[in-house]
């Protein structure tokens, strides 16, 4: 996927209101800045109450404001957040700094990728002394980040502080929601984004009115007066998503609602009723957009195995 593609696609997540609301919810409840940080750069993300977007990582808090000041300090956390993330898995992941300082990362799965994280940085775990600020002025000279004691003392002292309960409790809680978060991601996705080329929106009422055919993507761009190629490249440049992949979250979303609305009618008829060719392609598809089969709708072990064997 091109970069400006990707870009565009990390903005409107960023830019969603449930994302902001939650972000904001949560911070204020947490006394910590809770953020987007999505998982391509050069997008201004989040709208927590310290305000500002990622970039390169840097944070306007305390002593990470203190040190990004200087190339060592950029440097620095730029690598600590990078390593932290690589290490990231399905759940959260925190850890400590060589200024003594904690960040907490959450990831955030659109159909089983991860689009970004959602990121609590610059606090410290308990009371800051002199022992703790000593360690984090001798880590920092090491790389390069010669500050004066007091002023490692002050710095290190003005940052919130979580301690490990709260700090584990923060990361169910936002794991929680970043799983809230998804699926409305999901739902978003399925939407047309304004400012679409007028081809795009044209595809847009094409796919919401005959989802239940057969909609492939010759068969479109000939209804529309295109080439191939030209409407799957444009429809990709303006949402982010190829046509195909459309179709199919837009099918898992009609039949997630039918799913909802009916909890008696067969899976198999619903997956038919909205375009899938088979049972198999149905689950495959709406695991992909939910990460989940449709069991989390249905629950229970007969209405499983119905999936399988209908």
Not at 88 to 102: N, R, T, V, Y
Not at 178 to 201: C, D, K, S
Request: with cysteine; net charge positive; aromatic share 6%.
């Amino acid at each position: 996927m091109p970069l400006v593609v990707k870009q565009a696609f990390a903005a409107r997540l960023a830019a969603m209101p449930e994302m902001r609301q939650f972000l904001a919810d949560v911070s204020a409840v947490a006394g910590v800045p809770v953020r987007f940080w999505p998982s391509v750069a050069g997008v201004e993300a989040g709208d927590a109450p310290a305000g500002g977007g990622l970039g390169a990582g840097l944070e306007p808090v305390t002593c990470c404001a203190r040190l990004v000041r200087e190339e060592a300090g950029c440097r620095m956390c730029a690598s600590f957040r990078q390593r932290l993330r690589e290490g990231a898995g399905a759940g959260p992941l925190s850890g400590m700094c060589d200024a003594g300082l904690w960040e907490l990362l959450v990831p955030v799965a659109v159909g089983g990728v991860v689009a970004g994280h959602l990121l609590v940085s610059g606090f410290r775990e308990g009371a800051a002394t002199t022992q703790t600020d000593n360690r984090a002025r001798h880590l920092l000279g090491r790389r390069g980040v010669e500050l004066r004691a007091e002023e490692v003392s002050r710095l290190r002292g003005a940052a919130p502080a979580l301690d490990a309960a709260r700090r584990e409790a923060l990361g169910r809680l936002l794991h929680a929601g970043a799983e809230r978060v998804a699926r409305a991601i999901n739902e978003h996705l399925t939407r047309a984004p304004e400012g679409v080329p007028e081809l795009v929106e044209r595809v847009y009422r094409v796919v919401h009115a005959e989802y239940a055919r057969k909609l492939r993507v010759p068969l479109i761009a000939r209804r529309l007066g295109v080439s191939a190629a030209h409407l799957s490249r444009t429809f990709h440049h303006a949402t982010g998503l190829r046509l195909v992949d459309y179709v199919a979250r837009y099918r898992a979303e009609r039949a997630r609602a039918l799913l909802a609305e009916d909890e008696a009618r067969p899976v198999a008829e619903v997956a038919r009723a909205c375009g899938f060719a088979s049972i198999s392609q149905f689950n495959r598809v709406f695991r992909a957009t939910f990460g989940a089969s449709p069991r989390a709708l249905r629950g229970g072990g007969d209405r499983e195995r119905a999936l399988t064997n209908p």
